[in-house]
């Protein structure tokens, strides 16, 4: 991976908070303090609930499966909501990584001395984790900032979340799922070809929760996407 490839994922992924004071710098300070080029940071992690509903991990280190919170004053009225939305991110990032989520907190209500020492706590905790990691050989390096979608599902015949992979438009996404030729494509679902034939326009499949199976040249879904 080319230095200007993660300089440019960097500058996007941790310029996704400007507009959020207190998180923004939380965010910031982590991964500067962190010093750890080989781990990827991912910013407003999106987790869908199994209800539809859905959440985002301020700041997510999927190789440590550790997320940072950055709670405001507000959170202290909130806390049994909290408490359940951590209980549902846990559980749907198990299912789909196999091992356990860890959340950790800053609280940025207190004095500029306790963010700092919070701040500095995570820190340790996520590089204790990582070089754990390590040493126990777990620990897969960050080497692509962006994995090419084609070639990476190419000789694949299923597609899960847990493969880390996006795609730039829902058609690049139906069209390799699918095998289809869309150019462009605007829905949140899709009729697939070879179905519509049978069942006309009754039979759709949802984009990113599509559950479509197809031989040939299409791919299978493992999960619903989380990201």
Partial sequence: MSGADKLGYLIRALSRTKRKDYENYVVNAIWNRLAMDD???VTQQLVLWPDGRRSFVDLYFPQAMIGVECDEAYHQRQRER???REITITDVLRQIRGEDYRA???DVSGSYEQVERSIDDCVRRIRAEIERRRQANEFTPWTE???DYKEFYKTRDAVS???DVGFPRIADAVNTLCGSEYKRFQESWFV???MRQWYGDRYRSLVPEARHRRE?????L???AVR
């Fill in 216 to 220: 040939g040249r299409g791919k299978r």
């Fill in 39 to 41: 781990v990827k940071p």
């Fill in 161 to 163: 979340v847990a493969d």
């Fill in 222 to 224: 493992e999960q619903p």
């Fill in 104 to 106: 950790l907190h800053v």
């Fill in 145 to 147: 900032a962006y994995v």
């Fill in 82 to 84: 909290d408490r359940e």
């Fill in 192 to 194: 697939p070809s070879v």
